[in-house]
């Protein structure tokens, strides 16, 4: 098939996977659109100065780049291969997707003060996803999780309920993962056949192919994700800390155990790492940290544990949400953690700051200030 046939079945973007999601991009450099560059202009009320970050699963970027606000406008252009699925982070750590094609062009309308209602334009899933999220904020939580249901059975070949499926029932606490299953094996079906009628026209739907990748590659792993429960043994790893440590099951042996995930651009997530570093100088060797920092290079986590005078393992290959311990502890959130006794059963999942903090004070049976604090 030529590139120009090709080009003509390219329609929409492709949502990648976040966080623990990996699949294969198909590269077809040569019968890119236009000159295989996408732009994001963007216009904001009430915002003079600021800057955003932004980064895609895929192969865009690598790593989190910046965006430059000047006078509330801003304009972003980047070389893609394929669709992608852009992450826009805004200084209060709010995000955004955005789905971007080689050749098109995206805006973002909005005020400052009302981020859920911007208005991002450009591409038919775009609009979509903005029409969804409008009305989603009309809606109650169980209301919005219904109208994620009925968007997904309307647009099961879009990248759009890709993202929907993840945001909502897989990395919203709790987790829904039998409803995340029943709907990605519905956009599976219509994928499937989808990619049958192709075939049979001797044509190839690009973004339908990578996101089918990516639903096929989803499906197993919820599985794996259901695993890490209450009163469950933590599962089976090995790895090696930024240091080239080796860190695994062992190395819990007989202490209460924290692992937790965090990321230098959320700052929520900082603050549970400093309440760690609180615990843990106050306990010492007797609670056992592991950190999994989800930054797409090791920098900034080196210099958060260089700088800490108080020293456990921290977890940076700079895979992002497709770091492999991630997947085998089912930890899906920038502040997901883990609680784990004595004897390497899971006591909690997912606790806030003030619950984590309470649940290691009573696994170690000392009442709140009354430990003694290690200098």
């Not at 509330?72 to 750590?93: A, D, S």
């Not at 979509?128 to 939580?141: C, G, I, K, S, V």
Request: include cysteine; charged fraction near 25%; hydrophobic fraction near 35%.
């Amino acid at each position: 098939m030529s590139c120009n046939n090709l080009k003509k079945n390219i329609s929409t973007p492709i949502a990648q996977a976040m966080g623990c999601f990996v699949f294969c991009v198909l590269l077809l450099s040569a019968c890119s659109e236009g000159d295989g560059r996408f732009s994001i202009k963007g216009q904001f009320k009430h915002l003079n100065q600021a800057q955003f970050y932004i980064y895609s699963e895929g192969t865009a970027l690598n790593g989190i780049d910046t965006i430059k606000v000047q006078g509330g406008r801003f304009t972003y252009e980047k070389e893609v291969r394929t669709p992608q699925t852009m992450i826009l982070i805004f200084p209060n750590f709010t995000e955004q997707a955005v789905f971007v094609t080689p050749g098109k062009e995206i805006t973002i309308e909005g005020d400052a003060s009302h981020l859920r209602e911007m208005e991002i334009k450009g591409t038919e899933d775009n609009e979509q996803m903005t029409a969804f999220r409008l009305h989603a904020n009309t809606l109650t939580p169980p209301e919005t999780g219904e109208a994620v249901k009925q968007f997904v059975n309307e647009h099961p070949l879009s990248p759009a309920s890709l993202y929907l499926v993840q945001k909502y029932f897989i990395k919203t606490l709790p987790s829904d993962y039998a409803t995340a299953t029943l709907l990605l094996k519905k956009m599976k079906q219509e994928l499937d056949a989808h990619r049958k009628q192709m075939t049979a026209e001797n044509e190839e739907d690009l973004s339908v192919t990578i996101l089918s990748t990516a639903v096929n590659e989803l499906l197993p792993k919820i599985s794996g994700m259901k695993t890490v429960a209450k009163g469950a043994l933590l599962p089976s790893f090995g790895v090696k800390d930024i240091n080239g440590n080796r860190v695994n099951n062992a190395s819990m042996k007989n202490k209460v155990s924290v692992v937790s995930v965090w990321a230098s651009w959320y700052y929520t997530s900082e603050q549970m790492q400093r309440k760690l570093r609180y615990l843990k100088r106050e306990f010492g060797d007797r609670l056992y940290l592991l950190s999994v920092c989800v930054d797409a290079t090791d920098k900034d986590c080196k210099r958060f544990a260089v700088a800490d005078t108080v020293k456990w393992a921290h977890v940076c290959t700079g895979e992002m949400w497709d770091t492999p311990l991630l997947q085998t502890m089912g930890l899906q959130t920038v502040t997901g953690n883990i609680v784990v006794d004595a004897k390497g059963r899971v006591v909690a999942t997912n606790l806030n700051e003030r619950e984590l903090e309470n649940t290691v004070r009573r696994l170690l049976k000392t009442e709140t200030g009354k430990s003694t604090v290690r200098k």
